[in-house]
């Protein structure tokens, strides 16, 4: 399991929350899922691991300075 991603809550730079619930491995790889859920709707969702770093972490701009996307705010 990433040390850069903890069971919890982000915030968006648009205020949407994201919780992360768990971290699933697939039975016949060594593919890590981010299993998780948005305040937006009831549905759970999947993401590979690596795509889940990559979203997070993609760079957006707000007056002109640059943020991660998503922000841990706690358990």
Not at 20 to 43: E, F, G, H, P
Not at 49 to 72: C, G, Q, S
Request: zero cysteines; a neutral charge; hydrophobic letters at 35%.
């Amino acid at each position: 399991m990433n040390k850069d991603i903890r069971i919890g809550k982000y915030k968006d730079i648009n205020g949407n929350i994201y919780e992360v619930l768990n971290i699933a491995r697939r039975t016949n790889s060594d593919t890590n899922y981010v299993v998780y859920k948005t305040t937006m709707s009831d549905q759970v969702w999947l993401a590979p691991e690596d795509k889940w770093i990559e979203f997070a972490n993609k760079p957006m701009m707000t007056d002109y300075v640059a943020h991660r996307r998503l922000e841990f705010v706690g358990e």
